[in-house]
Nanobody
Framework: QVQVQESGGGLVQPGGSLRLSCLMS????????MAWYRQASGKQRELVAS?????TNYGDSVKGRFTISRANGNTFYLQMNSLKSEDTAVYYC??????????????WGQGTQVFVSS
């Protein structure tokens, strides 16, 4: 049974930084992709960053400010710098096992809240 759990959200001032973590567990032998998404209040969930097939991809609004990475082991990260108020959202991680993304559908759980405000 594969699971993911994100952490690291919080309140930060504009211009500040946060690092989100995603802990993966279960059978990860066929892991081929990792991603971060976010959903702001009243808006649709959007892709923030992904690593798939060895290539990284970023949403236009976060390019140059956010970095997705994976350390050795079962954790990957989203380093967020130069945060803006519009980055305020619930952030979710997701992983692709073989040809299937683990999280699908509407309910992705609680995620981790990032709130950017002075």
């Amino acid at each position: 049974q594969v699971q993911v759990q994100e952490s690291g959200g919080g309140l930060v001032q504009p211009g500040g930084s946060l690092r989100l973590s995603c802990l993966m567990s279960g059978n990860l032998n066929s892991l081929v992709g990792m991603a971060w998404y976010r959903q702001a209040s009243g808006k649709q969930r959007e892709l923030v960053a992904s690593i798939l097939g060895g290539r990284t991809n970023y949403g236009d609004s976060v390019k140059g400010r956010f970095t997705i990475s994976r350390a050795n082991g079962n954790t990957f990260y989203l380093q967020m710098n130069s945060l803006k108020s519009e980055d305020t959202a619930v952030y979710y991680c997701n992983i692709r096992i073989g040809g299937v993304w683990y999280r699908r559908g509407d309910d992705w759980g609680q995620g981790t809240q990032v709130f950017v405000s002075s």
